[in-house]
Nanobody, 126 residues
Framework: QVQLVESGGGLVQAGGSLRLSCESS????????MAWFRQAPAKEREFVAA????????EYVDSVKGRFTISRDNAKKTVYLQMNSLKPEDTAVYFC???????????????????WGQGTQVTVSS
């Protein structure tokens, strides 16, 4: 029902910046909770950031606070992740996710999201 397409990944040096974009085909984008997760090789997919649909609320994993910013443009049905001061440990495939607010009790839990993008690779060199 909903398709998500990420873009903006790439290779950067430590300290650099990237902006990821995720465009949604969902007609009710403005009522979806949107989030970013990431997964490094041989590791579990982990929460990065989320933006509530109905509430002016955002959440971030501690390791990216102060460096990453999640935002959304409902007119463009797009969610963004601005990543500054990138570190080698940020290297991972980044996934966009969408969920239904009334089904989500905790925005940081990946199992609570219904739709996922294909992922975009972010590589940070030292």
């Amino acid at each position: 029902q909903v398709q998500l397409v990420e873009s903006g990944g790439g290779l950067v040096q430590a300290g650099g910046s990237l902006r990821l974009s995720c465009e949604s085909s969902g007609r009710t984008f403005d009522r979806n909770t949107m989030a970013w997760f990431r997964q490094a090789p041989a590791k579990e997919r982990e929460f990065v950031a989320a933006h509530s649909a109905s509430m002016v609320s955002t959440e971030y994993v501690d390791s990216v606070k102060g460096r990453f910013t999640i935002s959304r443009d409902n007119a463009k049905k797009t969610v963004y992740l601005q990543m500054n001061s990138l570190k080698p440990e940020d290297t991972a495939v980044y996934f966009c996710a969408a969920g239904v607010p009334w089904k989500i009790t905790t925005m940081t839990h990946k199992l609570e999201y219904d739709y996922w993008g294909q992922g975009t690779q972010v590589t940070v060199s030292s």
